[in-house]
């Protein structure tokens, strides 16, 4: 069975500082979804950024940004020019490929705080 | 447009009531989604619906009664919860987007049984 563990329950950043936030998983898939959710205070889950483990380029999406390291089975995520609204608990998920798998693997998540 | 969205926000009940909780989303999506989630912890899948039918139940309380009846809708129904099952109830839903099976969840229904 796969598992993901974040082992960061919480971390703070200052304003305009870069934050890089850990993942690590176990499967002994060799092509699989990874991604980061972020949930902010009272307000609605959201995908930030995902990577499928067969591409070797770390993915990127404005701000955030992967390093994907497969043999390590790490997925971390880097907050660059952090940001108030970038205050929330992130959650690493694991999705495997296999026809007809529909579960998500979600670690313990992190809180991430942004100071001003 | 990349919606879900989730009724009621906000649902107190008491143990012997019965209540439904809705989800909709008008993306072409054919993977549906019930989470439960707790404060400060990651979302726990109760049920996936595939093409409409019931793929996982993650051995739910049969209290959770969940149904789709139709590929953009998906209903949560409840009887005779306990105190312990207040929490926040997420719909998703899933398809491949290019290569991705990306999950959009709804904003999701505060749930508190008195």
């Known amino acids: 069975a796969q598992t993901v563990t974040q082992s960061q329950p919480e971390m703070s950043v200052q304003e305009a500082e870069t934050v890089t936030l850990s993942c690590t998983y176990d499967?002994?898939?060799?092509?699989?979804?990874l991604f980061w959710y972020k949930q902010p205070p009272s307000r609605q889950m959201i995908l930030v950024i995902r990577q499928e483990a067969y591409k070797q380029q770390n993915a990127t999406e404005n701000r955030f940004s992967v390093n994907f390291q497969k043999a390590a089975k790490s997925f971390s995520l880097k907050i660059s020019d952090s940001q108030l609204g970038d205050a929330a608990m992130y959650f690493c998920?694991?999705?495997?490929?296999?026809?007809?798998?529909?579960?998500?693997?979600f670690g313990t998540g992190t809180r991430l705080k942004v100071l001003a | 447009d990349t919606e879900v969205t989730q009724t009621p926000k906000h649902l107190v009940m008491g143990m012997t009531n019965k209540k439904s909780l809705k989800c909709e989303q008008h993306?072409?999506?054919?993977?549906m989604y019930w989470y439960k989630q707790k404060a400060k912890k990651p979302p726990e899948l109760m049920f996936v619906?595939?093409?409409?039918?019931?793929?996982i139940n993650e051995s739910v309380p049969s209290r959770f009664s969940p149904e789709c009846p139709n590929s953009s809708l998906l209903n949560l129904h409840l009887h005779a919860l306990q105190p312990e099952d207040s929490a926040l109830y997420l719909c998703?839903?899933?398809?491949?987007?290019?290569?991705?099976?990306?999950?959009?969840f709804g904003p999701g229904t505060r749930l508190t049984v008195t």
């Open positions: 499967t002994s898939e060799s092509d699989y979804y």
């Open positions: 998703a839903s899933s398809s491949r987007t290019s290569g991705f099976y990306e999950q959009y």
């Open positions: 998920a694991y999705r495997s490929k296999t026809s007809g798998t529909y579960k998500y693997i």
């Open positions: 619906y595939s093409y409409e039918k019931l793929s």
């Open positions: 993306m072409g999506h054919r993977a």
